[in-house]
């Protein structure tokens, strides 16, 4: 087994005094439910059990009252629509509140709110907020229950949809009962649609409410969401728990919340690799995570596709797990041709959100197939035909499918696996390369913090405009995320120097003059891989760039490839002048942490500028 622990209640910050309901066993949570109980005033309470039979009960309970759609299921088994209200389709980043005690820890990245003014507010909204609904209890375990790297919570919710939902993306049920019995600490989270219904008034389809507030409080480990029943505003064990708590977790107790997918690469010679990866949205991280490798004898296969949460061993090597259980994925884009694995994943048992219905009673939407169907009804519930002029199915339409599902799941995915690389992406057009080694840790954090995509497109000898999302997190990071570099470049120096993941930066969308991609991308992405895994192994060297590390002529395999001669060298191409204005650009966004940018970080930058002056 793995030589990475569970923290001792030690090593914690939060002492469990500091939690009312905590160390009280089960005693304390009924404490907890009660008093939400109280405040909300649902009309029953019911204790998830994660049961098969409450499964079957609360799937028949939605059907029959019209909130999920059975499709057909000869082709698509036990698998459900659900359409959201038009205003509750996304995330609500304006919305999104990180309630730390002091302002500068939630940084200037996230929107702060004191947090005993918040609670007070939300205490308003929040009274009698269930009434006329069932108050479910969720207990929820992030990882394996009882896994060394695990954590547990509840959700409270009055929402069916986010328990069943729940139930696919985290492990439930009573075995997380026994662990708070136990006396393990957890982490609570209140959900409520802020929807009541008074006496005889009948309900919606998609209860929620225009007011939403999804409020952290990083101090208290807590999460409470009102007004919406999408997404991870709705599942609160996803970004806000596995994310945003969880990061704060980690930076106390000296592990890593990670925004990425997690993949196990097998070379032809039969060794195993583990490599982690963090991309902005619309970066293909699903697709890497379920990649069909076009390289003969090389195999990819998905440990997780969203989040990855790491802490070093007793060995110095950092090991990681997928604390989910499934995938929240986004339906659009998602067909054979650009990921045929997702498409195989969904044969049944999913719930479908904001997807189209087509006229045999299964699903479709843009980029399942090339040719849409003749009819549909789109997201909204509105006839659709293809000359509509309107997306058919919403942009951020979702499925929620186990993990177990999945065709190319890795043998034993849910036990720590030990890192050998680490990835940062982002979308660019011009100036990064299509893949760079970093020197070091340090120089690896500086990918991470500096990961990027243009919003326009730049003129001759420019950058477009870039949108920064350091390390993929800019929504996830549930403090200061110059503090959370800082803890990044701590982390690294507990690794052994044979232990530390390489870290590597890629970019597949680099343009050439054209404006046309240089790189294939998809399945040929093992190319870029296999130089990953021959560096791992130090089977090849490589060349230097002002930028870092790159394949030397040659070991880029790109045989049987339709990739010009020129394109690869544009592919690799570096425009001085282009990167001394992104390294401004770099400075300015420094700028806006302050004094809290690490050190190490601002020599990177010094250290980047004076190689690309060199000669
Ligand atoms: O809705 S989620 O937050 O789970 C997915 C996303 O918006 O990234
Ligand atoms: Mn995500």
Redesign the pocket.
Known sequence: SAPVARATRAERVTPAADNPYEGRGLAGLRAWVAEVAALTTPDSIHWCTGSTAENYELTRQAVADGSLLQLNPEWRPNSYLARSAASDV??VEARTFICSADEAEAGPTNNWREPSALRAELEGVLAGSMRGRTLYVVPFSLGPVGGPLSLIGVQLTDSPYAVLSMGIMTRTGDRVLDQIAAGTPWVRTLHSLGAPLEEGQADVAWPCNDDKYIAHFPDTREVISYGSG????A?LA??CVALRIASVIGRDEGWLAE?MLLIRITSPEGNRYHVAAAFP?ACGKTNLAMLRSSRPGWRVETLGD?ITWMKPGADGRLWAINPEAGF?G?APGTGEATNRTAVETLWGNTIFTNVALRDDGDVWWEGLTETPPAHLVDWRGEHWTPDAGRPAAHP?S?FTVSASQCPTLAEGWDEPVALDAIVFGGRRATNVPLVTEASDWANGVFFGATISSEKTAAAEGTVGELRRDPFAML??CGYNMADYWAHWLRVGRTLSPAGTPKIFQVNWFRKGEDGSFLWPGFGENMRVLEWMVRRIERSVPAAQSPLGLVPAPGDLNVDGLDVAPDALAELFAVDRESWLAEAQLTEDFFDTFGTRVPAALRAELAALRYRLRQA
């Open positions: 996304a995330r999408y997404g991870g505003n599942l996803k970004k925004h949205s969203d929240f986004v951020n979702r929504p996830f």
